[in-house]
């Protein structure tokens, strides 16, 4: 039986792949092609400050808005 691929663990990947970059939630459902934001926002919530994560606000490498943004520390 394989493991199914989450939602976070979707987002997570994609944060880790940005290298270090700062994303915001929109454009991480744009990206992932999500249902809405607010499925991005609960993920990068409960990420931001643990596992490597963090966030912050700052330009969005994406969209250049500065917003609230979760980046994988270097």
Known sequence: MSKRTT?????EAFVKRMDGAAVCDDCI???LDL???AQAAVV???A?????????KA????C???KP??????
């Open 35 to 37: 249902s809405s934001v």
């Open 48 to 56: 931001g400050g643990s596992g490597g994560f963090e966030r912050l």
């Open 29 to 31: 459902t744009d990206r």
């Open 44 to 46: 990068t919530h409960a």
């Open 64 to 66: 250049s808005q500065a």
């Open 69 to 74: 943004v979760i980046r994988c520390k270097p």
């Open 7 to 11: 939602i976070a663990d979707r987002i």
């Open 59 to 62: 330009p969005c490498e994406l």
